[in-house]
């Protein structure tokens, strides 16, 4: 076996992480006798991709996370996104002036699928974001503030 002359990150973490992921290594224990940690993530916005703010966060996070799962505890670090509401709404409806479209052209109901579709993008890539930072959250229990059963109006 010939080691390589520099380390390739991508090659490596590209191979372990979905491996990690699918052996359930982020997930907590569920041993009645382990004490408990628990991070909630605080939920980024779907406005956009994260940036070094949100990687130093999670950096922290995820450390402590780490540790304490080492240590013997049950531990769970919960992802999710945010739906922020107007900021939302403000991305989605300059995407639309740059097509020469307002939200009033296209009525509430095709506005709000617009919104809806760019949640789906937008989350995706916060999420793809995190795992190539290689965020050991509990991808199963993913949430966006915005599903079903989370809130009601």
Request: aromatic letters at 12%; a neutral charge.
């Amino acid at each position: 076996m010939e080691l390589a002359t520099s380390y390739t990150p991508n090659e490596i973490e590209n191979k372990w992480y979905p491996i990690w992921e699918q052996n359930g290594y982020f997930k907590p224990s569920l041993d009645k006798t382990a004490p408990s940690y628990c991070i909630q993530l605080p939920p980024p916005n779907v406005t956009g991709t994260l940036h070094m703010g949100h990687a130093f966060q999670q950096t922290i996070m995820d450390a402590l996370i780490r540790y304490h799962r080492m240590k013997g505890f049950n531990t769970l670090w919960q992802p999710g996104t945010d739906h922020a509401g107007i900021a939302t709404q403000i991305v989605v409806e300059r995407q639309l002036e740059a097509q020469g479209v307002s939200r009033h052209d296209l009525g509430r109901e095709e506005f709000v699928k617009k919104i809806w579709e760019w949640k789906e993008y937008s989350g995706n890539t916060i999420t793809s974001q995190m795992r190539r930072l290689g965020a050991s959250c509990d991808w199963s229990r993913e949430r966006f503030t915005m599903d079903e059963g989370l809130s009601k109006a």
